[in-house]
T-cell receptor, first 111, second 115 residues
Framework: EDKVVQSPLSLVVHEGDTVTLNCSYEVTNFRSLLWYKQEKKAPTFLFMLTSSGIEKKSGRLSSILDKKELSSILNITATQTGDSAIYLCAVEEQGAQKLVFGQGTRLTINP | GAVVSQHPSRVICKSGTSVKIECRSLDFQATTMFWYRQFPKQSLMLMATSNEGSKATYEQGVEKDKFLINHASLTLSTLTVTSAHPEDSSFYIC???????????FGPGTRLLVL
């Protein structure tokens, strides 16, 4: 059975800190790994990763995939209170198109 | 960018009634739509995958007769919760994708409360 595990489940830091969120997966035929940010409503798309070792960056957020270790990290530098959210990692299988989500990491940024 | 809408955003109903939730892709044609359920403080759980013009594929443990899915056009899918019970209270989210995409775009979700 496909499985996606995120850690930590919860993280509280101060504004300005840098955080690293982890995602590991076990899937039969990996196609892509996606990161989403969920505030009060539905998730919003952050990154899609398909190739190992290539960093994707968007402002203070960056992410990289390690296919050998079957994992990915999401980094947020110079955190702001607006970064407080649940960060979800999901994996897509070849040909399936459906996503398997991890439990999410609840990130809280205190001023 | 790709926009997906859901209606209603919130619904409260009595036990035993049926509730229909609509999911629309506003600026693109979605060959595939997905329905998820999210309980408080838990992650998204896929309920079913819906392809336009064909029967939905349900995940293990999801009752197809209780959660009726219709995907009649490339821009609209509906989820009907039949004979709703309090344990069906949850946040229901749809997403839409196009064949070949890895990215799914999510609707804003529908919060269902069954009394």
């Amino acid at each position: 059975e496909d499985k996606v595990v995120q850690s930590p489940l919860s993280l509280v830091v101060h504004e300005g800190d840098t955080v690293t969120l982890n995602c590991s997966y076990e899937v039969t035929n990996f196609r892509s790994l996606l990161w989403y940010k969920q505030e009060k409503k539905a998730p919003t798309f952050l990154f899609m990763l398909t190739s190992s070792g290539i960093e994707k960056k968007s402002g203070r957020l960056s992410s990289i995939l390690d296919k050998k270790e079957l994992s990915s990290i999401l980094n947020i530098t110079a955190t702001q209170t607006g970064d407080s959210a649940i960060y979800l990692c999901a994996v897509e299988e070849q040909g399936a198109q459906k996503l398997v989500f991890g439990q999410g990491t609840r990130l809280t940024i205190n001023p | 960018g790709a926009v997906v809408s859901q209606h209603p955003s919130r619904v409260i109903c009595k036990s035993g009634t049926s509730v229909k939730i609509e999911c629309r892709s506003l600026d693109f044609q979605a060959t595939t739509m997905f329905w998820y359920r999210q309980f408080p403080k838990q992650s998204l759980m896929l309920m079913a995958t819906s392809n336009e013009g064909s029967k939905a594929t349900y995940e293990q443990g999801v009752e197809k007769d209780k959660f009726l899915i219709n995907h009649a056009s490339l821009t609209l899918s509906t989820l009907t919760v039949t004979s709703a019970h309090p344990e069906d209270s949850s946040f229901y989210i749809c997403s839409a994708g196009t064949s070949g995409w890895g990215t799914q775009y999510f609707g804003p979700g529908t919060r269902l409360l069954v009394l």
